[in-house]
Every structure is written in structure tokens, then in C-alpha cells.
């Protein structure tokens, strides 16, 4: 989740999408909380 820390330090939203190595099983122990958590790019769309 490096690219929610550098968004965080940034002062910018951020989004974890799910298709990734990350899972909302790894949230609670992240250091950066995401502003936002999708399942997939398709709900941007939506």
C-alpha cells in the first residue's frame, strides 16, 4: 500500500482498489488509510 502513504503524505485522496495484493483483511494494520476502497476499476465507471 506505498501508493496510499505517498498519496496520504501528499494531501490527496486515495483509493485502494481490491484486484490487487491488498484486501480489506489488510486495512486495520495499514499505517495509511485509503480514502476510498473499490472492488474494481469498473465502479469509477458506474
Not at 7 to 27: C, F, I, N, Y
Not at 32 to 40: D, F, G, K, L, R
Request: hydrophobic share 50%; net charge negative; aromatic share 2%.
Amino acid at each position: 500500500m506505498t501508493d496510499i502513504a505517498m498519496g496520504a503524505e501528499a494531501g490527496m485522496a486515495t483509493a485502494l482498489v481490491l484486484t490487487g495484493d491488498s484486501t480489506r483483511a489488510d486495512l486495520p494494520q495499514a499505517p495509511h488509510q485509503p480514502t476510498y476502497v473499490i472492488e474494481s476499476l469498473l465502479e469509477l465507471m458506474a
